[in-house]
């Protein structure tokens, strides 16, 4: 289902103002969604590696574009943008900072060196909701 911009704002309004009373407003931006069931993808990949008599099964790197990330949640990114520039009492945590650039350059990383990020589509796994916890705590 497509909704307007003027009706997605409202509804963000709405929510924003429910929070109004609060000392601070922590805003967490969008997490890069992956598009592919990244469980699925490593099953369907991985290499069987035999190393000191232990077989251990390896998956490649997966990222998406920092440019489709961008574009994805272009309405959200600026209305936060706009959002916080206009409220003192918002602090913008941008899970960009954690996933995309941070390993590769202009890419957003969902799963380095075995570790994935996802256990699906686009919601993080425990080790992924764990990098963003970090990141949340710096700010409280």
Known sequence: ISI???IKEK?????FNKFSFMKKIYIVYPVPEIGINLEKYNW?????VVS?????YEVPDFYISYESYLKRNKFIIEYFKNYSSNNSKVENIH???IFCN???INLCAAQ???QPFYFDYDH???YGASLLVKEIERYL
């Open 112 to 114: 380095i060196n075995n």
């Open 124 to 126: 993080l796994n425990s």
């Open 52 to 56: 000191n008599n232990n077989t251990i």
């Open 4 to 6: 307007n911009k003027e």
């Open 95 to 97: 899970t960009d900072k």
């Open 102 to 104: 941070s390993f590769k």
């Open 44 to 48: 369907l990949n991985k290499s069987k």
């Open 11 to 15: 509804i963000i309004n709405k929510l």
